[in-house]
């Protein structure tokens, strides 16, 4: 069965500091894997996806993930955080051998202080 | 270009009432899915309808049901309402879903239903 862990509720990083919002899956086959936000009030918005081809993806707002196959990974990044990233982060995977089912993870909340 | 539309925007009932629950997704897209987003349990599948045909479910028990229509709108109903049904929920719309589709899904801004 598939499914997708974000070990931390939440994450606290200073304005301009690197961050990074974990993410690991578990899925039968190929994994399509997704990053989504969700501001207060909002539904959720893309962000970036991971389908084949290069382990670094770039996304919205400056976003990019890295998907690592042997550590069943996807986390991310980004170089410098701003005070506006302060939000809920999902992570999704992609259920491609029939169910075509996304699965979210429970969510991480990242506070940027300034 | 006009994104996911769900109605009503805030819904309040009392237990054992039913509730519907209604999605426009955006012009093109003809698959459309149902989350529920209850306080501290992240996004749970609900319902996903392709072309007009229920295409999967999540474990929700029979009360919830829905339809998509012909224009590919759709309509989520929850019978016999029970407290723990108070969530929101998230309608997102995606392009035409077939085998190994991997196209991201567009989220409307929800419902939030309360039941009392």
């Known amino acids: 069965a598939q499914s997708v862990a974000q070990p931390e509720d939440q994450v606290n990083v200073a304005e301009g500091n690197p961050l990074t919002v974990k993410c690991t899956y578990s899925v039968s086959g190929n994994p399509y894997l997704f990053w989504y936000v969700q501001y207060p009030n909002r539904g959720l918005q893309f962000l970036l996806k991971y389908i084949t081809g290069d382990n670094l993806v770039k996304g919205s707002y400056g976003f990019e993930a890295e998907f690592n196959k042997s550590q069943t990974s996807f986390h991310l990044k980004k170089p410098s955080a701003l005070v506006s990233d302060s939000a809920l982060y999902f992570c999704?995977?992609?259920?491609?051998?029939?169910?075509?089912?996304?699965?979210f993870g429970a969510g991480t909340r990242l506070f940027v202080k300034a | 270009e006009a994104g996911v539309t769900q109605s009503p925007t805030h819904l309040i009932k009392t237990r054992g009432q039913q509730a519907t629950l209604r999605c426009s997704p955006i012009s093109g897209h003809t698959s459309v899915y149902w989350y529920q987003q209850a306080l501290g349990l992240g996004l749970q599948f609900l319902l996903w309808?392709?072309?007009?045909?229920?295409?999967n479910r999540g474990n929700f028990p029979p009360r919830f049901s829905g339809r998509q229509f012909p224009n590919y709108s759709s309509e989520l109903n929850v019978n016999a309402l029970e407290l723990e049904d108070s969530a929101l929920y998230l309608c997102?719309?995606?392009?035409?879903?077939?085998?190994?589709?991997?196209?991201?899904?567009?989220f409307g801004p929800g419902t939030r239903l309360t039941v009392l």
């Open positions: 997102a719309s995606s392009f035409l879903e077939r085998t190994f589709s991997y196209n991201e899904q567009f």
């Open positions: 309808y392709d072309e007009g045909e229920e295409r």
């Open positions: 999704a995977v992609r259920d491609n051998t029939g169910g075509f089912k996304t699965i």
